[in-house]
């Protein structure tokens, strides 16, 4: 949970910035005003292209030599590519090189995180009695939410702390720098963690996979397609906030004081964080597919009002706009690593995982900031971006219902690939 934590800081304080300086500092040499902004949130997109990629490597290297060695490189990508992310020189001093630069290090985090996700998901649950793994697995879920409020928070002192200039010029490169001390408490963490016990029994037993994703791709099409399409309805609806879509136009738009916007978050982030644990450890005892409806039903249904509600302007309206999204991705998002580690079998559980998690936020979420920036500014309305996610809660919604349920079955490297018995 920690070292997912300091990882999802490191990558969403990019997310933040995106949407408070980048447009200015970093692109507004090839364009200006709304379009800036729009290829600043595209920065933030363009690493979820390198995720499958990180994923099927990492998945690749997880499978065969074990999921701990992958915790360790991913998190050092994160935080070396964050660091640097805080020592690039802006447009005005170095041209067209600053925003090249600066995508290139988003590349590295996200081939960071194409693997990261499934390193911690499987260690979390791989540990974990079979009854329990919906409350083990919501821990690294939670290390996104916890990571955003890190993040939101770093940030929010920063900017009660200086003046705007000084916010612009020096004050917003603080939390990227920062992330060096983060960067060697979760390596000290994370090398004294022991390797899941089921990798241990497919070291000792030699069962594992020579090529996990090529039979990723010819045994478990069906378990990879569900867990993509399950991810992109609920990375879309997350990444309104994650991706800082709704910090910037609370506060581009609405005119909404930042300091303000960025403790609301914050705060709505330890709910975020409580209900996530609530959700895996009620999916334990409903079933990770129930849990799973009852999330992207909240979604489907409370997008519409989110979206009133932040147009008002009103502070305590955004706060409860917020908070009604967090219960529809907390039961949405906190039974995932459970899910999808007893969705395949362990040869291939890193690879499958991984991918799943990779390719669904890539569909859904990677450019989710951009679409519904580009919606908003060409209808001047935000109803279509409610619009936007209540679609993909119901597509997820749709998928996820076919999913054959496992909930508390045996997932150890002993256990048939395939359980004769589901749960409905």
Do not use: C
């Not at 079998?345 to 519904?372: K, M, N, W």
């Amino acid at each position: 949970m920690i070292g997912t934590t300091i990882e999802w800081y490191d990558f969403f304080i990019y997310a933040n910035a995106a949407a408070l300086v980048f447009a200015p500092l970093y692109f507004s040499h090839a364009t200006s005003g709304a379009m800036a902004q729009i290829v600043a949130f595209m920065s933030v997109g363009i690493s979820f292209f390198f995720r499958p990629l990180g994923a099927a490597i990492a998945g690749h290297l997880g499978d065969r030599i074990g999921r701990k060695r992958l915790l360790v490189v991913t998190l050092t990508m994160m935080g070396t590519a964050t660091v640097l992310m805080g020592l690039t020189p802006t447009a005005a001093q170095i041209g067209v090189l600053a925003p090249l630069l600066l995508v290139l290090l988003r590349i590295v985090q996200g081939l960071s995180t194409g693997g990261e996700w499934g390193a911690a998901a499987l260690m979390a649950v791989e540990h974990a009695p079979d009854h329990r793994r919906g409350y083990f697995g919501s821990f690294p879920q939670i290390g996104a939410a916890a990571g955003m409020l890190l993040a939101t928070g770093a940030l929010a002192i920063v900017s009660a702390t200086t003046t705007a200039e000084q916010f612009m010029a020096w004050g917003w490169r603080l939390p990227f720098l920062g992330s060096i001390v983060l960067l060697v408490v979760g390596l000290y963490i994370r090398r004294r963690v022991g390797e899941s016990p089921v990798f241990e029994e497919l070291e000792q037993t030699s069962k594992r996979a020579s090529a996990p994703i090529a039979q990723v791709l010819k045994r478990h099409k069906t378990e990879l397609f569900q867990a993509t399409w399950a991810y992109a309805g609920v990375n879309a609806a997350a990444y309104m906030v994650l991706g800082g879509y709704v910090l910037s136009y609370s506060t581009n738009s609405l005119g909404l004081d930042r300091t303000g916007v960025l403790t609301i978050i914050a705060v709505v982030n330890v709910l975020w964080i409580a209900l996530t644990i609530w959700a895996g450890a009620l999916s334990d005892r409903i079933g990770r597919v129930n849990t799973y409806k009852i999330g992207f039903i909240s979604l489907a249904v409370w997008v519409f009002p989110m979206f009133l509600l932040i147009d008002t302007g009103s502070y305590l309206a955004l706060v409860v706009a917020l908070a009604g999204l967090a219960v529809g991705l907390s039961f949405s998002y906190g039974q995932q690593s459970a899910m999808y580690a007893e969705m395949f079998p362990a040869q291939v559980r890193f690879t499958g995982a991984s991918l799943g998690y990779a390719l669904g936020s890539i569909i859904g979420g990677g450019f989710a900031p951009t679409i519904a920036s580009a919606l908003q500014t060409s209808t001047g309305s935000t109803m279509p971006v409610a619009a936007y996610l209540a679609l993909w809660a119901l597509i997820a919604l749709a998928v996820v219902w076919k999913v054959k349920d496992r909930t508390g079955q045996d997932i150890s490297a002993a256990a048939a690939a395939t359980p004769t018995t589901t749960r409905g």
